[in-house]
């Protein structure tokens, strides 16, 4: 009867997780689909923990140790996710993604530590190193049980501590502690250890019980490596790309420990991570037109910045002052509003919708054009705009904005820029061309709304910027917009 009450808490569970990444996938329902999938979890967790029972009808017990490790957990994950900033999330999401690595790699730790006990059922284990020994079939068959077993549990170390090695070291380059480090042959260094790594596991796997002790050490610290210096290497401002793989990794971890536990709402989630990392992964680059493998190898951002482009001459840019862009979105009839970093850098999100509400009560019809990667992680103008109460339907994406560009009178660029940048059609030495773009050229009017003539995230020059229909207001964007509200306010 408990058991049957804990399939179904898992059950319930597992419907909730792919329940709330569907709703996810759509701004006006992600908030209740992150509740939905956590409210299936800790269903999934409680269920555990007092419904579950071994062969020998015990409980699981230890619930000092259980609701304390609880404790001290969600407190610290509540108070660092109040404290932190949106431009500080992708780092956020970096440190917890590595946690699940850690405790995948520790699932599996401690699994192998259970080993003895499973080695030791399999009749006639100790023969397995005497030459000659005369091979049963029931010790067979068990032997390759125990061995999938292990099997498991160094997949899931292996991936976890790549996963968690790997995302401590993205964490710490995004809050600038650890810088980009590359030496001569290092991608042929990676693979000489992922190599020892594989030779190890299949000598572990498919050898002898007896001394595995030092191999399995040796594959924690060898993967460990691999997880540093698989991500020295890329360009930091690379990392939301390398953070997405990581994040499947864990899911991968995690689905093992699901197959060790025979847990199936794990098992579940694992999957569901492992696939949502991977797809995530592969449309951020699709909407940066890089393969992975250029993501990896590091072609652009991080190191490069300003190579592509810098020292172009790319003639003169023209200025607009405040009152003159109050005058130009107070007339018009239609304005784009294409947000970038540089807003979220700047917390603008809330004068940015002061500034639409103002327009549209003189008649403006103000909409936001949002490039998929706009900003430094998967729907980050979007969850910005969210923060400040936009309604989502003013929220356009790239191929229906760039359609109506054509019968706009202003397009307004808050802070960003390669996802502006006419490069990316037109220049085939760039490092952006074939990315697709917001063509906000096709607009009347284009303000550009930045601090400088600074390159953004690929590091290269815009030439929008230099176009004859642009005009440049330099500034920080939260200042900037606070200006023009009181301006477009006095008109
Ligand atoms: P960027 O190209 O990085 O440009 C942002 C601009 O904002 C900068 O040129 C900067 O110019 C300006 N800025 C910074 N602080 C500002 C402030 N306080 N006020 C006003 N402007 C400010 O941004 P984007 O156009 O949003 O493009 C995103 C880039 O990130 C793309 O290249 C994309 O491939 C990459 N990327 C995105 C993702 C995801 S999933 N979103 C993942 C990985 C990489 P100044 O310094 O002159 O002010």
């Not at 594959?219 to 210096?229: E, N, T």
């Not at 107070?330 to 540089?342: A, N, T």
Request: aromatic share 8%; net charge neutral; with cysteine.
């Amino acid at each position: 009867m408990e058991l049957n009450l804990l399939t179904l808490c898992y059950l319930i569970g597992s419907v909730t997780f792919i329940l709330g990444l569907k709703m996810l996938s759509n701004p006006a329902t992600a908030r209740r689909g992150n509740l939905v999938a956590a409210g299936g979890m800790t269903l999934a967790i409680i269920g555990t923990i007092f419904l579950y029972t071994n062969d020998d009808g015990e409980k699981l017990g230890n619930y000092g140790w259980i609701f304390g490790g609880i404790a001290i957990g969600a407190l610290i994950g509540y108070l660092s996710a109040k404290k932190v900033k949106m431009t500080a999330m992708p780092e956020m999401v970096s440190l917890f993604n590595g946690m699940g690595g850690a405790c995948a790699a520790l699932i599996s730790i401690v699994e192998f530590d259970h080993m003895d006990f499973a080695w030791s059922v399999v009749p006639g284990w100790h023969a397995m190193v005497v030459p000659g020994w005369d091979e049963d079939f029931a010790s067979v068959s068990m032997l390759n049980a125990v061995r999938g077993h292990l099997l498991i549990i160094v997949v899931g170390l292996v991936i976890g501590a790549v996963s968690f090695a790997g995302s401590m070291i993205a964490w710490g380059k995004l809050n600038g502690k650890v810088r980009d480090f590359s030496f001569r042959g290092q991608h042929i260094f990676n693979l000489v250890v992922l190599g020892i790594i594989f030779a190890l596991a299949v000598y572990l796997i498919g050898w002898i019980p007896g001394n595995s002790g030092l191999i399995f050490i040796a594959i924690v610290v060898l993967a460990l490596l691999y997880g540093i210096f698989f991500v020295l290497p890329i360009g930091g401002a690379d990392m939301p790309v390398v953070i997405s793989i990581l994040n499947s990794f864990t899911g991968v971890a995690a689905a093992c420990g699901g197959f060790l536990y025979d847990n199936k709402v794990m098992l579940t989630g694992g999957i569901l991570v492992g696939a949502a990392g991977t797809l995530l992964t592969i449309l951020m680059c699709k909407a940066m037109n890089r393969s992975l493998l250029n993501v990896l190898i590091g072609s652009f951002g991080g190191s490069k910045a300003g190579s592509a482009g810098g020292a172009r001459e790319q003639g003169s840019y023209k200025e607009i002052t405040l009152s003159d862009t109050a005058v130009l979105l107070s007339y018009s009839s239609k304005v784009f509003i294409v947000p970038g970093y540089g807003l979220a850098v700047a917390q603008a999100q809330h004068i940015c919708h002061e500034l639409e509400k103002l327009l549209e009560s003189k008649g403006v019809d103000v909409k936001y054009a949002i490039h998929p990667v706009a900003g430094r992680m998967p729907g980050h103008m979007n969850v910005l705009l969210a923060e400040a109460d936009v309604p989502y339907e003013k929220l356009l994406e790239m191929e229906q904005a760039n359609e109506e560009f054509s019968t706009t009178d202003v397009v307004l660029v808050l802070g960003a820029n390669d996802v502006v940048n006419p490069a990316a059609k037109t220049d085939p030495s760039s490092p952006i061309f074939g990315m697709p773009i917001l063509e906000v050229e096709l607009a009347k009017n284009c303000i550009v709304n930045k601090r400088s003539m600074k390159p953004g995230y690929a590091g290269i020059e815009n030439d929008l910027f230099f176009r004859p229909k642009t005009s440049m207001l330099f500034g920080d964007a939260k200042k900037v917009l606070q200006e023009l509200v009181a301006e477009i306010k006095n008109l």
